[in-house]
């Protein structure tokens, strides 16, 4: 089992960078696939990026290549999420899940989750 605590949200203007930071718990990190989704009031949870278990391979989605970039630190039990060029559209509550084996793109493969990381883009 592994418990996620995200961080790094807040208010940014038109234009600006975020970095975003997933704390999991557990001493068998690496064996979990990472992703970030993110939910907008009113609307489905959306995927966002994943990686796999060693960082070795990433997927994002088309609404954020170019401009967000999803990474992992195994040492220190550590996901992350970079968004630059962050657009209006981006606002959300973004959270970071995990999954024990193959990565994907869907939020129902996914079995753990945190409370969430509020990101708020003024335009």
């Known amino acids: 089992q592994v418990q996620l605590v995200e961080s790094g949200g807040g208010l940014v203007q038109a234009g600006g960078s975020l970095r975003l930071s997933c704390a999991a718990s557990g001493r068998t990190f690496e064996s979990y696939a990472m992703a970030w989704f993110r939910q907008a009031p009113g609307q489905e949870r959306e995927f966002v990026a994943t990686?796999?278990?060693?960082?070795?391979?990433?997927t994002h989605a088309d609404s954020a290549k170019g401009r967000f970039t999803i990474s992992r630190d195994n040492d220190k039990n550590m996901a992350y999420l970079q968004m630059n060029s962050l657009k209006a559209e981006d606002t959300a509550v973004y959270y970071c899940?995990?999954?024990?084996?193959?990565?994907?793109?869907?939020?129902?493969?996914?079995?753990?989750w945190g409370q969430g990381t509020q990101v708020t883009v003024s335009s």
């Open positions: 990686i796999d278990r060693t960082g070795g391979s990433a």
């Open positions: 899940e995990a999954r024990c084996g193959l990565r994907g793109t869907s939020a129902g493969v996914y079995d753990y």
